[in-house]
Structure formats: structure tokens, C-alpha cells
């Protein structure tokens, strides 16, 4: 069955950085996007990146522009979220989920076109 397996979430200093991993196994078919979300409490689930496996494309969201990097390790089974620069409204429980379809673009943080979720991954911001 499917698994999502999170490394790297913990304390996050002012202007620094963390890297969170995503390892996806027990996915019978190549799944087509990947993406993190994040929830702060009391809050609603947002994306913060989302990659296109089909077309290799890559989108933020606004508040992490040009700070976090979504890629993918050489074993393609592994998707990492390099956050840089991080700042307190960093400060969330994160998720990775696939997607098993193309990722429209304009789908891409909307939660229901992913169908496998992470247990998700804390990120707290130490002062």
C-alpha cells in the first residue's frame, strides 16, 4: 500500500534553514505531482510547492517564493523541500502528497486531486 515517509522537520532559526524529505513507496503506478502542504493551527491547509513530474514544472506559493526549492532526489522516489531564509509564519505542520494524474496548474494546491498523504512533519520556530 501506499507510504509516505517524512524526514526533516524540527527547530528553525531566523533566516535559516531546513530540508524536509519525502520517501513515496508502494505506488503501483508513477504518480505525476507531488506536493507539500502546510497547516498552522486553527488554520486552513495551504500549498506551499507543488512539482509536475510530466512536464518537470515547479510552483510556489507566494509567501515562500524564491525561499523554498522543490525537487527531486536521484532515486525519484524522494522529493525534498529545501526551506531557506525561514521566517515565523513557517512555523506549520507539513505534508507531502501525490498525485497520480498531470497536475493542471491551475489544481495544483487543491487538496483533493491528491490522493496519498504524509503523517506530516512539524516545523516550530525556535526564537
Keep these: 500500500h501506499l507510504q509516505l515517509v517524512e524526514f526533516g522537520g524540527g527547530l528553525a532559526q531566523p533566516g535559516?534553514?531546513?530540508r524536509l524529505s519525502c520517501a513515496?513507496?508502494?505506488y503501483t503506478?508513477?504518480?505525476?505531482?507531488?506536493?507539500w502542504f502546510r497547516q498552522a493551527p486553527g488554520k486552513d491547509r495551504e500549498g506551499v510547492s507543488c512539482l509536475s513530474i510530466t512536464d518537470n514544472s515547479t510552483y510556489y506559493?507566494?509567501?515562500?517564493?524564491c525561499r523554498f526549492t522543490i525537487s527531486r532526489?536521484?532515486?525519484k522516489k524522494t522529493v525534498l523541500l529545501q526551506m531557506n531564509d525561514l521566517k515565523p509564519e513557517d512555523t506549520?505542520?507539513?505534508y507531502c502528497a501525490v498525485c497520480p494524474t498531470h497536475v493542471v496548474p491551475s489544481y495544483r494546491f487543491v487538496p483533493l486531486i491528491?490522493?496519498?498523504w504524509?503523517?506530516?512533519t512539524q516545523v516550530t520556530f525556535s526564537s
Design 16 to 18: 535559516g534553514s531546513l
Design 24 to 26: 513515496v513507496s508502494g
Design 29 to 35: 503506478l508513477d504518480y505525476n505531482g507531488i506536493a
Design 61 to 65: 506559493a507566494d509567501s515562500v517564493q
Design 73 to 75: 532526489a536521484n532515486t
Design 92 to 94: 506549520c505542520f507539513y
Design 114 to 116: 491528491y490522493d496519498g
Design 118 to 120: 504524509c503523517p506530516g
